[in-house]
Each structure stands twice: as structure tokens, then as C-alpha cells.
């Protein structure tokens, strides 16, 4: 049995540093999270990979921020910088709902306690250290960092702002995977190179004066997009940005991108190629605890740590590219696929943790089904601009065979300590039409199908078609609602072959941009023609870096600069999602009445017939989970929010 002392953790205190005989600090690391040390949580990541590089390194998890601040002082002056995130998650998409009401609970604390985080978490923290250390730099990352590094609109002030580095008065800014740019920023820092003079890292964002020179690349091409000031003025222009923002930051070969911030100027350089197998397996192999640090023993359970703690991430990134989602916007649009190896020494790790039951709650990443897929040539990736690899339909490029993930799991799976695997994580159940993924062995897809839907899920199997509406599915960068139809003939073909009672369980999203209501009527129509009744569902939320959040504030498609509607008033928002309760009994007039309204009486017969079928009773309203007030979006981190459905025989 492993015994961890408390010098197997980054140290949290002055005690904890004289544990390991250190007199000074390099680097000290502030986060909006309880501190996990598994490789599934950011700080600890950073924090790892940092001590590789034979760096002192402490991290102070969730610093009191309503007292003297002494925990932004307790632990001294770093000889390098300070890093600051906060936390694996926005922090207002963890503290607040979709409709902006404070969240009952923060999975990233010790028993979910909430207001140990405060909003926009990296700003705050990163202010407090300029102003008690302003000749020591600050170096900001994680995904509030990475999401608004450039303008952007802020959905919980209901306002345009500018570059986090503007607000958090940080010295740079590193988007997205930290590894590759951590390791350069280091060894600069360590030949002696002053923090002020790296300008040309990839990966990192900074302001500059004016009237200073930025420091020319002969390998970079500039582009300039608008002004904050300009965004503000002109929302058509703000929409414009994106999209020299988003394929800059999926290309291979990017620009570096200047903003005029006020009197300064913003400076993004490019990012870094995709990690290769050699870079992620390291950063998967460092000797982490795997375990919550041992001061939150007797504060209760982390519940995102409860979550994936057998959990085993198998790749980074998503090509899937949805306007509603964040992923590739920080993870990015290419797959970065840990080693086999690597994969089997983590579960054996885990599987001989002292209370490990047999059960892998989740192989997978992102997206479920996207290991080891990649560009077949090369250079055709190289001069890709195109923000998703599978929408409108699949790059006749990308090699998505499913031969790897199957092998992969059927390894996991002759681990002796190893009951069953599950899927957790959402399976792209599009890519396993050959209707849609035409350059696929339609056998080999089948036989991955066959194998999750056999031995790694338990009674249901998670997919997010997220709308029947072929306009809004377009919008999203989803393919047709026919393709869930196709899936759904061959999930149950494969029930009835091997005698299964398996449930499909579909997402979907209201509120979206471009959506009507009476495409949520249909999309309440279609799924109660199918035999789903949906109990739990997701309203969209507005986040930086993508798509959606752009048209929702700007009321234009960044791509094409044509005017899109958007559900917006909390009258539309509701009218939308109450389509999803159909068979509630209270909903049945007011859907009658609003059909009628919208001359769409075809669909009243189909959804709220005046003889309903017996079995579709109303199911009564305190047996219905109503989660869309609280739903975590899904695309925002590997904590995602179950929805259920109940899947009823007609």
C-alpha cells in the first residue's frame, strides 16, 4: 500500500517549503482551485512541469482575497514570477448559471463550499500581486487567461472588454497547452534573459507601449486586426475580429496578431505545432500524487475530483470546431495522443491505488472518439484555415479510423486488476455514419460501435446531436440531424444482435443562435417521434472565444458579416426551453397557443394532440429534473453536467 508524505506535493505553506529544505522560492503559482495533483487539473500540471525543469515551485490554492491578503504575501518574493490561473474553469461559468444566478456549488472545492473563488478570479489575483510585488512579473494562463486574451464580449457584465493583460495588469499572457511555452520562457529565464525582454515565445501575449519596438520575427507574418476602441464603437468590426482570430490561432503556420488596447498595443505571437506523442506523454508521466493535497482531509470531498479520478485522459484537442464551443479555442483543433505506453503505465497506477474497486470511470479526452486521428498529408494541414475538420462534412483528408481507440481499450481491458471500462466522455456518433464519415470501412466503425456499446458504457450510451434544425445544426458546425437517425438504426440493430436493453442518450442546446421557436418545437416533435422525453437539457451560454458569443452580441456571423438573430430576453429563452417539456401538463395549452401564433398548427397534432396516447401521460412535475438553470456548459472542461433522458416505448 502507498503512503504519501506531504513532501510528495508541491508545497501550500512556509512549513511545506522547510519540509524540503528550501530557503527561497522560483516560482509561486496562485489558483482559483482547491490544489488536485493529477494530471487532469491545470496548476498541477503547470506546477509539474515547472519542477521538471529543476525549479522551487509552490502553489497557494484559492487565496482569501477578503481579509489582510496575507496569503498573497505569506510565502515571500519569487526569484522568477509568479503564475496565476483561475482554475480549470471560467470562473463566472463556475460561479454562475445561464441566467446569471450564483451557483449552489463550486466542484472544484472541498465539498463543493462555494465562495472560495472570486469572479473573474485571474484579473483579481493577478492585480493584488502588481500591486504588493510590482517589480516581480506575473505570468497569467489557464482558460480564463486563454479565452480573453484578446476583446471580448463578457456575457455576465453584458459588456464589451478588453485583453485580460488590460484588467489583470500582468506582465504576459500564455494561451492555451502551457507546456511548450513554459519550457522556452524557463530556459530564457535561466541563462539570464530578464522577463522583460521575452517577446518572441510562441504561445504568449503581451502589451506593449506605443512608442516601442516590437521586436521583429522573419519567420512571422503580422496582421492587425480592430482596435478595442473601434469594437466598442462598432459591433459589425468586432465581428470581423474573430475570424482572423480563430484561424490564426488553428493554423500551423499563424500570424502574429497586434490590437490597439487603449494607449498600448496587443501582441499575440503564434502558437506552437501540436505537442507530439514524446512532449504529451512527458507531461502525463510526472510523478503526481494523483490525489487532492492532504489540508482539505477533513474540509470533504472535490467533486471534480470524485468525477475523474479514475478517469484516464487518453488525447488533447478537437477538430470538431462548434460555434458554441470552447475546446479547440484553448486545447486546439489538432489532436495531440498520448503513447499506448503511456495510456497502460496510467492505469496501472491507478488500477493499484489502495481504493481502486476495478472500475475505469472514463477513457477519453474531449471528444471520446478522436484518438490518434489525424491529417493523412501533412502539408495539405499545414495550409488548412478551415476552423473544423468535420463540418460541413469530413476533410477527405483526416484519417479517422477507429482501429487505434479499439485496440487502445481492448489493451485497457487485459489489465488483471481491471473489471470494465467505461465511456464517459461524449462520443462525435457522426463520425460512426458512413452516410457521413465516407471514407471510413463502414465494418471498422461498426465494430467500435459494437465494442463501446458492449463493454464500456452501463445502460446508456451519451451522444450530442444538439438540435434536429439543419439551419442552426449548419450555424453550430453540426451535421444533419438525419445522420443522430442513421446512428440511432445502427445502435439499435447492434441492441437487438446481442440481445442488449442499452438507452441513446442525445444532448441538445436551446437558445441558440439562429434558432427559432418553432425549430424547438420541431426539435420537441422529432425527438417524441423517435420515443426520447427529455428530463434534462442546456441552455446556450455565452462564453469568450467562440462563434456563438460573438453573433450573440453582435447580432452578425463573423464569417460572413450577415445579421443573425439570437435568442436573447428571458421571455424568448424560456418560450424555447419550455418546448423541451411538451409532456409536462402545464405546457400543453400555452404550446397550442404559441404554434398557432406562429402559424405552425402542423405541429400541434404531432406534439399536443387533444388525445394523447396513454403512454405518454404527463410524467408528474416533481419527478422532472429541470437542470437548464444550472447546467455547466459541456464544451467548457472535462466536468460536464449529465443530462438524462427517459427513452419510452410508444
Given at each position: 500500500m502507498q503512503?504519501?508524505k506531504?513532501?510528495?506535493?508541491?508545497?501550500?505553506?512556509?512549513?511545506?517549503v522547510?519540509?524540503?529544505g528550501w530557503e527561497e522560492?522560483?516560482?509561486?503559482?496562485?489558483?482559483?482551485d482547491a490544489?488536485?495533483?493529477?494530471p487532469?487539473?491545470g496548476p498541477a500540471?503547470?506546477?509539474?512541469?515547472?519542477e521538471?525543469?529543476?525549479l522551487?515551485?509552490?502553489?497557494?490554492p484559492?487565496?482569501s482575497?477578503?481579509?489582510d491578503?496575507?496569503?498573497?504575501?505569506k510565502?515571500g518574493?519569487?526569484?522568477?514570477?509568479?503564475?496565476?490561473?483561475?482554475?480549470?474553469m471560467d470562473p463566472m461559468?463556475?460561479n454562475?448559471?445561464?441566467?446569471?444566478?450564483?451557483?449552489?456549488?463550486?466542484a472544484?472545492t472541498?465539498?463543493?463550499d462555494?465562495?472560495?473563488?472570486?469572479?473573474?478570479?485571474?484579473?483579481?489575483?493577478?492585480?493584488?500581486?502588481?500591486d504588493?510585488?510590482?517589480d516581480?512579473?506575473?505570468?497569467?494562463?489557464?482558460?480564463?487567461?486563454?479565452?480573453r486574451?484578446v476583446t471580448?464580449?463578457d456575457y455576465?457584465?453584458?459588456?464589451?472588454?478588453?485583453?485580460?493583460l488590460?484588467?489583470s495588469?500582468?506582465?504576459?499572457?500564455v494561451?492555451?497547452?502551457g507546456?511548450?511555452?513554459l519550457r522556452?520562457?524557463?530556459?530564457?529565464?535561466?541563462?539570464?534573459?530578464?522577463?522583460?525582454?521575452?517577446?518572441?515565445?510562441?504561445?504568449t501575449?503581451?502589451?506593449v507601449?506605443?512608442?516601442?519596438?516590437?521586436?521583429?520575427?522573419?519567420?512571422?507574418?503580422?496582421v492587425?486586426i480592430?482596435?478595442?476602441?473601434?469594437?466598442l464603437?462598432d459591433?459589425?468590426?468586432?465581428?470581423?475580429?474573430?475570424?482572423?482570430?480563430?484561424?490564426?490561432s488553428n493554423?500551423?503556420?499563424?500570424?502574429?496578431?497586434f490590437?490597439?488596447?487603449?494607449d498600448?498595443?496587443l501582441?499575440?505571437?503564434p502558437p506552437?505545432?501540436?505537442?507530439t506523442e514524446?512532449e504529451?506523454?512527458?507531461?502525463?508521466?510526472?510523478?503526481?500524487t494523483?490525489l487532492p493535497?492532504p489540508k482539505y482531509?477533513?474540509?470533504?470531498p472535490?467533486?471534480?475530483?470524485?468525477?475523474?479520478k479514475?478517469?484516464?485522459?487518453?488525447?488533447?484537442?478537437?477538430?470538431?470546431g462548434c460555434?458554441?464551443?470552447?475546446i479547440?479555442?484553448?486545447?486546439?483543433?489538432?489532436?495531440?495522443?498520448?503513447s499506448?505506453?503511456s495510456?497502460?503505465?496510467?492505469?496501472?497506477?491507478?488500477a493499484?491505488m489502495?481504493?481502486?474497486?476495478g472500475y475505469?470511470?472514463?477513457?477519453?479526452?474531449?471528444?471520446?472518439n478522436?484518438?490518434k486521428m489525424k491529417?493523412?498529408?501533412q502539408?495539405?494541414?499545414?495550409?488548412?484555415v478551415a476552423?473544423?475538420c468535420?463540418?460541413p462534412?469530413?476533410?477527405s483528408?483526416l484519417?479517422?479510423?477507429?482501429?487505434p481507440?479499439?485496440?487502445?481499450?481492448?489493451?485497457?481491458?487485459k489489465h488483471p486488476k481491471?473489471?470494465?471500462s467505461?465511456?464517459?466522455?461524449?462520443i462525435r456518433?457522426d463520425?460512426?455514419v458512413?452516410?457521413f464519415n465516407?471514407?471510413a470501412d463502414?465494418?471498422?466503425?461498426?465494430d467500435?460501435?459494437?465494442?463501446?456499446m458492449?463493454k464500456?458504457?452501463s445502460?446508456?450510451?451519451?451522444?450530442?446531436?444538439?438540435?434536429?434544425?439543419?439551419p442552426?445544426?449548419?450555424l453550430m458546425r453540426?451535421?444533419?440531424?438525419q445522420?443522430?437517425?442513421?446512428?440511432?438504426e445502427?445502435?439499435?440493430?447492434?441492441?437487438?444482435?446481442?440481445?442488449?436493453k442499452?438507452?441513446?442518450?442525445?444532448y441538445?442546446?436551446?437558445?441558440h443562435p439562429a434558432?427559432e421557436?418553432?425549430d424547438?418545437?420541431?426539435l420537441?416533435a422529432?425527438?417524441?417521434d423517435m420515443?426520447?422525453?427529455?428530463?434534462?437539457?442546456?441552455?446556450?451560454t455565452?462564453?469568450p472565444?467562440?462563434?456563438?458569443t460573438?453573433i450573440y452580441?453582435?447580432?452578425?456571423?463573423?464569417?460572413?458579416l450577415?445579421?443573425?438573430?439570437?435568442?436573447?430576453s428571458?421571455?424568448e429563452k424560456?418560450?424555447q426551453h419550455?418546448?423541451?417539456?411538451w409532456?409536462?401538463?402545464?405546457?400543453?395549452?400555452w404550446?397550442?397557443?404559441?404554434?398557432?401564433?406562429?402559424?405552425?398548427?402542423d405541429l400541434?397534432?404531432?406534439l399536443?394532440?387533444?388525445?394523447?396516447?396513454?403512454?405518454?401521460?404527463?410524467i408528474?412535475?416533481?419527478?422532472?429534473?429541470n437542470?437548464?438553470d444550472?447546467?455547466?456548459?459541456?464544451?467548457?472542461?472535462?466536468?460536464?453536467?449529465k443530462r438524462k433522458?427517459?427513452?419510452?416505448?410508444?
Amino acid at each position: 500500500m502507498q503512503i504519501n508524505k506531504l513532501s510528495d506535493w508541491l508545497p501550500t505553506t512556509n512549513k511545506e517549503v522547510k519540509i524540503r529544505g528550501w530557503e527561497e522560492l522560483d516560482v509561486i503559482l496562485f489558483s482559483g482551485d482547491a490544489y488536485v495533483d493529477h494530471p487532469s487539473f491545470g496548476p498541477a500540471v503547470i506546477g509539474r512541469i515547472l519542477e521538471s525543469y529543476g525549479l522551487k515551485v509552490a502553489i497557494v490554492p484559492q487565496p482569501s482575497v477578503n481579509d489582510d491578503l496575507q496569503d498573497f504575501t505569506k510565502l515571500g518574493t519569487p526569484k522568477l514570477f509568479f503564475g496565476v490561473t483561475g482554475g480549470c474553469m471560467d470562473p463566472m461559468v463556475s460561479n454562475y448559471t445561464a441566467s446569471k444566478k450564483p451557483r449552489d456549488k463550486d466542484a472544484y472545492t472541498p465539498n463543493g463550499d462555494k465562495g472560495f473563488r472570486p469572479d473573474y478570479a485571474t484579473s483579481v489575483y493577478s492585480s493584488i500581486l502588481k500591486d504588493k510585488f510590482p517589480d516581480v512579473p506575473v505570468l497569467i494562463g489557464g482558460i480564463e487567461a486563454s479565452l480573453r486574451r484578446v476583446t471580448h464580449y463578457d456575457y455576465w457584465s453584458d459588456k464589451l472588454m478588453p485583453s485580460i493583460l488590460e484588467t489583470s495588469k500582468a506582465d504576459m499572457l500564455v494561451y492555451g497547452m502551457g507546456e511548450q511555452p513554459l519550457r522556452e520562457i524557463v530556459k530564457l529565464l535561466q541563462k539570464g534573459v530578464p522577463f522583460s525582454s521575452l517577446r518572441t515565445i510562441k504561445q504568449t501575449a503581451f502589451l506593449v507601449n506605443k512608442d516601442e519596438t516590437i521586436p521583429k520575427n522573419k519567420n512571422w507574418d503580422d496582421v492587425e486586426i480592430h482596435s478595442h476602441d473601434i469594437c466598442l464603437k462598432d459591433k459589425k468590426k468586432f465581428a470581423s475580429n474573430f475570424k482572423v482570430i480563430e484561424q490564426e490561432s488553428n493554423k500551423l503556420k499563424a500570424r502574429r496578431i497586434f490590437q490597439g488596447v487603449k494607449d498600448r498595443t496587443l501582441v499575440i505571437n503564434p502558437p506552437y505545432p501540436t505537442m507530439t506523442e514524446k512532449e504529451i506523454d512527458a507531461s502525463f508521466d510526472l510523478p503526481y500524487t494523483r490525489l487532492p493535497h492532504p489540508k482539505y482531509n477533513k474540509r470533504g470531498p472535490i467533486p471534480a475530483f470524485e468525477m475523474i479520478k479514475t478517469s484516464i485522459n487518453i488525447h488533447r484537442g478537437c477538430f470538431g470546431g462548434c460555434s458554441f464551443c470552447t475546446i479547440s479555442a484553448h486545447q486546439g483543433k489538432f489532436i495531440a495522443s498520448r503513447s499506448e505506453e503511456s495510456i497502460l503505465k496510467e492505469v496501472d497506477i491507478v488500477a493499484n491505488m489502495p481504493d481502486f474497486k476495478g472500475y475505469l470511470s472514463d477513457i477519453g479526452g474531449p471528444s471520446a472518439n478522436m484518438y490518434k486521428m489525424k491529417g493523412k498529408v501533412q502539408s495539405i494541414c499545414d495550409k488548412c484555415v478551415a476552423p473544423s475538420c468535420i463540418s460541413p462534412v469530413i476533410c477527405s483528408n483526416l484519417d479517422t479510423s477507429h482501429k487505434p481507440l479499439t485496440k487502445l481499450y481492448q489493451a485497457i481491458d487485459k489489465h488483471p486488476k481491471i473489471k470494465k471500462s467505461f465511456i464517459g466522455s461524449g462520443i462525435r456518433h457522426d463520425m460512426l455514419v458512413p452516410e457521413f464519415n465516407k471514407n471510413a470501412d463502414p465494418k471498422e466503425l461498426d465494430d467500435y460501435t459494437e465494442e463501446v456499446m458492449t463493454k464500456h458504457i452501463s445502460g446508456r450510451l451519451k451522444v450530442a446531436p444538439e438540435h434536429t434544425s439543419d439551419p442552426v445544426l449548419k450555424l453550430m458546425r453540426k451535421p444533419s440531424f438525419q445522420y443522430f437517425h442513421k446512428f440511432k438504426e445502427r445502435f439499435d440493430k447492434i441492441n437487438i444482435k446481442k440481445n442488449l436493453k442499452l438507452q441513446l442518450i442525445p444532448y441538445f442546446i436551446s437558445n441558440h443562435p439562429a434558432c427559432e421557436v418553432e425549430d424547438m418545437a420541431n426539435l420537441a416533435a422529432e425527438t417524441k417521434d423517435m420515443g426520447f422525453q427529455l428530463e434534462q437539457v442546456q441552455g446556450f451560454t455565452p462564453t469568450p472565444m467562440t462563434v456563438a458569443t460573438v453573433i450573440y452580441y453582435s447580432g452578425y456571423h463573423p464569417y460572413t458579416l450577415k445579421p443573425t438573430k439570437t435568442p436573447k430576453s428571458k421571455q424568448e429563452k424560456d418560450e424555447q426551453h419550455r418546448f423541451f417539456f411538451w409532456y409536462k401538463k402545464e405546457n400543453r395549452n400555452w404550446i397550442r397557443k404559441t404554434l398557432n401564433r406562429v402559424g405552425r398548427k402542423d405541429l400541434i397534432e404531432a406534439l399536443v394532440p387533444e388525445k394523447e396516447n396513454d403512454s405518454w401521460k404527463s410524467i408528474k412535475p416533481k419527478e422532472v429534473k429541470n437542470t437548464f438553470d444550472d447546467a455547466i456548459p459541456a464544451s467548457h472542461s472535462r466536468l460536464k453536467t449529465k443530462r438524462k433522458t427517459r427513452n419510452k416505448k410508444r
